[in-house]
Nanobody, 115 residues
Framework: VKLVESGGGSVQPGGSLRLSCVTSGFEFYDYPLRWVRQRPGKEREWVAFIGADSTETEYGAAVKGRFTITRDNRQNTIYLQMDDLTPEDTAVYYC?????????WGQGTQVVVSS
């Protein structure tokens, strides 16, 4: 099982970024996935959830209305569109999948929001 995030970078407050997580090694279309972030000095917190068929999405309170999670079951990829970014969104962003009792993470992609 492999998850590879990309799309992070540096952006000014109010800007946007789109993160991608390309996966392999499991039946992608059968599983929900999450984006999780870890801000400097903080515990990891979940950001967004998407069900296996995309009909169900959920967002953490801090990002609701600004972030959008989507998935492409043909490309085995999930995305996180992040708009109206603030310095509090500075974090390493990870995608995560749970297969049975095993939790798999990507290596993360760094997002820095600063003026």
């Amino acid at each position: 099982v492999k998850l590879v995030e990309s799309g992070g970078g540096s952006v000014q407050p109010g800007g946007s970024l789109r993160l991608s997580c390309v996966t392999s090694g499991f039946e992608f279309y059968d599983y929900p996935l999450r984006w999780v972030r870890q801000r400097p000095g903080k515990e990891r917190e979940w950001v967004a959830f998407i069900g296996a068929d995309s009909t169900e999405t959920e967002y953490g309170a801090a990002v609701k209305g600004r972030f959008t999670i989507t998935r492409d079951n043909r490309q085995n990829t999930i995305y996180l569109q992040m708009d109206d970014l603030t310095p509090e969104d500075t974090a390493v962003y990870y995608c995560r999948v749970i297969l049975g009792t095993q939790v798999y993470w990507g290596q993360g992609t760094q997002v820095v929001v600063s003026s």
